[in-house]
């Protein structure tokens, strides 16, 4: 079974600039999980994003690439049954020109 969140948009702290540690700024997280699906123990897709949120909000990373590994890490721990986890966090108006992302996959 595959759990798609797509375009979870939200605002936050995160980054190393000095302007982005003072004002939250719009981030979009994309999540794929790939898992084992049993009749009594499915993910609860609601609650995976209000952790995915409430761990962004918090914890105010400095780079998106230790908050894909944390939150990978929270995911995998609280979630046995979970194959395969597609993240990628996306900044959408750090530059001027474009959004940047940072994305990883992983098999567990």
Do not use: W
């Amino acid at each position: 079974m595959t759990i798609h969140i797509e375009d979870l948009k939200f605002q936050c702290i995160v980054g190393i600039l000095d302007f982005e540690r003072k004002m939250p700024q719009d981030v979009i997280i994309n999540l794929t999980i790939e898992y084992d699906y049993q009749k009594d123990a499915f993910i609860d897709y609601a609650l995976v994003v209000q952790k995915l949120k409430k761990m962004m909000i918090d914890s105010q990373f400095y780079l998106l690439e230790e908050a894909l590994q944390e939150i990978i890490a929270l995911l995998a721990k609280e979630y046995k049954g979970i194959k395969n986890i597609s993240l990628k966090i996306t900044k959408t108006s750090i530059l001027n020109d474009c959004s940047v992302s940072v994305s990883e996959y992983i098999s567990l």
